[in-house]
């Protein structure tokens, strides 16, 4: 698997989804599915970072 940063990818998913509404005029439940994918991914490859327990104050 190639690694680029996170700035990087979303460039590229928002190039394919800008591909994606030039070339797919009707919608539909495949391409509304294709499109949370794409989205989604950016969450699933680069999660936001979770506080840990020591950086919690009471």
Same mark, same amino acid.
């Given at each position: 698997?190639?690694?680029?940063? !996170?700035? @990087?990818?979303? !460039?590229?998913?928002?190039?394919?989804?800008?591909?994606?509404?030039?070339?797919?005029? *009707? *919608?539909?439940? *495949?391409?509304?599915?294709? !499109? @949370?994918? %794409?989205?989604?991914?950016?969450? %699933? %490859?680069?999660?936001?970072?979770?506080?840990? @327990? !020591?950086?919690?104050?009471?």
């Amino acid at each position: 698997m190639i690694k680029i940063d !996170k700035q @990087a990818y979303i !460039k590229l998913i928002e190039e394919d989804l800008d591909y994606l509404n030039q070339h797919c005029k *009707e *919608e539909s439940l *495949e391409l509304d599915h294709i !499109k @949370a994918v %794409l989205c989604f991914s950016i969450d %699933l %490859l680069y999660p936001e970072p979770q506080p840990s @327990a !020591k950086n919690i104050n009471p």
